[in-house]
C-alpha cells in the first residue's frame, strides 16, 4: 500500500527564518511527487512535480528536492505571506490516484 | 483562463439523503478527479475519470459514486449520507490522466451532514 508521511506536523517560524519540509514516501513506481500549497478555505495549489531522483526545482522562495525515499521542500527567506498548509502527494504505478500526506501546517511570524 | 470550478460550495444534508456536487474542469482538461478531504483522514483519492469513462476508484463504499460527461463535467453522488460523510469535497483536472502532470484543484464543496 502506497504511503506518504509529512513531517513535521506544524512548523512555525519567524520572517526570514529558513527551513526545510520532510515528506516521506513508500510508492511502487513512482509515477511523480507533487507538492501543494493549501490556504484556509481553498482547494490546493499546485506548486511542484518532481520525477525522479535528483530532481530540483524552485519557485520563488521554495526549492523542491526529491530522493529515492524523501522529498524536501526547502524555504527560504520566508515571509507572512508563505503561512499555510503544504501539502505532499506521490502517484503510484497503480494509479490509483494521488496518496497525500497529512500536511505541515506552517506559519510565518512577522 | 478559468479554473476549475464547483458547485455548490457549501451544502447542509440530513441523514439518509443524497446529494450531487458538480465540477467543470479547466477548458481542454479531460481527465477529473475527486478527492475527500478530513482533519482527521486528510485528502483521499475516491474516483478519476478520463473521456467519459472511470479509470481508478479509490477504497470508498458504493455510496460514493460519480460521472463524466461529454463536455468533461463531473458529477459525483453520494446516496444514504452518513455523519461520517461531512468533509470538503475537492475536484481536480488535468491535462492527461495519467499523474504526470499537475493536477490543479477546484474549491470544493464543503458537505455538513447533521
Known amino acids: 500500500e502506497d504511503q506518504v508521511t509529512q513531517s513535521p506536523e506544524a512548523l512555525r517560524l519567524q520572517e526570514g527564518e529558513s527551513s526545510s519540509l520532510n515528506c516521506s514516501y513508500t510508492v511502487s513506481g513512482l509515477r511523480g511527487l507533487f507538492w501543494y500549497r493549501q490556504d484556509p478555505g481553498k482547494g490546493p495549489e499546485f506548486l511542484f512535480t518532481l520525477y525522479s531522483a535528483g530532481e530540483e526545482k524552485e519557485k520563488e522562495r521554495l526549492k523542491a528536492t526529491l530522493t529515492k525515499k524523501e522529498s524536501f521542500l526547502h524555504i527560504t527567506a520566508p515571509k507572512p505571506e508563505d503561512s499555510a498548509t503544504y501539502l505532499c502527494a506521490a502517484g503510484g504505478g497503480g494509479a490509483d490516484g494521488l496518496t497525500f500526506g497529512k500536511g505541515t501546517h506552517l506559519i510565518i511570524q512577522p | 483562463k478559468a479554473g476549475v470550478t464547483q458547485t455548490p460550495r457549501y451544502l447542509i444534508k440530513t441523514r439518509g439523503q443524497q446529494v450531487t456536487l458538480s465540477c467543470s474542469p479547466i477548458s481542454g482538461h479531460r481527465s477529473v478527479s475527486w478527492y475527500q478531504q478530513t482533519p482527521g483522514q486528510g485528502l483521499q483519492f475516491l474516483f478519476e475519470?478520463?473521456?467519459?469513462?472511470?479509470?481508478n476508484k479509490g477504497n470508498f463504499p458504493g455510496r460514493f459514486s460519480g460521472r463524466q460527461f461529454s463536455n468533461s463535467r463531473s458529477e459525483m453522488n453520494v446516496s444514504t449520507l452518513e455523519l461520517g460523510d461531512s468533509a470538503l469535497y475537492l475536484c481536480?483536472?488535468?491535462?492527461?490522466?495519467?499523474?504526470?502532470?499537475?493536477?490543479?484543484f477546484g474549491s470544493g464543496t464543503r458537505l455538513t451532514v447533521v
Open positions: 481536480a483536472s488535468s491535462l492527461v490522466g495519467t499523474g504526470n502532470y499537475g493536477y490543479t
Open positions: 475519470y478520463f473521456s467519459e469513462t472511470q479509470r
